[in-house]
């Protein structure tokens, strides 16, 4: 199993709406802050888990979903904000969802299918591969494709 990919496919996750929550000021994105605290090796280095999650943000940043000014050691990404590309991807609607109750507002209907509250109900939920499949809607370069069919059929 390649757990490292779903470990990555959380961080990406929360490391974005961490920022989707602060946007559009910029700041400090701390590894802890995402999979808690883990203590250093006994040469001080950080864990393999604390690295991996640090490679995910470093990676959303080489990919342009996010910038940032500078690392804070191992520690963080120090005044971190999402692109416009990040900030267009988290704001889409999840393909074919349809909200529960059509009575509610469309401004209400609107943030429910977006692609940061399905996450966030996700990464909330502890659901691994309901969050897998919405990192990898997040980062598929044409989101009104076909493939979705199967995923919207889950969120309905």
Same mark, same amino acid.
């Given at each position: *199993?390649? !757990?490292?990919? =779903? ?8 490391? @974005? /709406? *961490?920022?989707?929550?602060?946007? $559009?000021?910029?700041?400090? @994105? ?8 883990? &203590? +250093?090796?006994?040469?001080?280095? +950080? ?15 080489? &990919? %342009?979903?996010?910038?940032? =000014?500078?690392?804070?050691?191992? #520690? ?5 904000? /999402?692109?416009?590309? %990040? ?7 999840? +393909? ?7 009575? !509610?507002? $469309?401004?209400? @209907?609107?943030? #429910? ?9 996700? /990464?909330?939920?502890?659901?691994? &591969?309901?969050?897998? #499949?919405?990192?990898?809607? /997040?980062? &598929?370069?044409? $989101? =009104?494709? +076909? ?10």
């Amino acid at each position: *199993m390649d !757990l490292q990919i =779903d470990d990555f496919y959380k961080d990406a996750a929360a490391g @974005l /709406l *961490m920022l989707y929550q602060a946007f $559009p000021r910029k700041v400090a @994105l701390y590894v802890e802050d995402l999979i808690g605290r883990e &203590e +250093p090796d006994e040469f001080g280095l +950080p864990t393999k888990r604390h690295q991996s999650c640090l490679g995910a943000l470093l990676w959303l940043a080489d &990919e %342009g979903y996010i910038r940032f =000014d500078s690392t804070i050691q191992f #520690q963080a990404l120090d005044q971190a904000v /999402l692109t416009e590309k %990040g900030f267009i991807r988290l704001t889409r609607a999840v +393909p074919g969802y349809i909200a529960g109750d059509r009575s !509610l507002p $469309p401004s209400v @209907l609107r943030i #429910q299918a977006s692609l940061a509250h399905q996450l966030r109900d996700a /990464l909330k939920g502890g659901h691994g &591969e309901r969050i897998a #499949q919405l990192a990898r809607l /997040l980062f &598929e370069n044409k $989101p =009104d494709s +076909p493939s979705h069919s199967s995923l919207a059929a889950q969120t309905t």
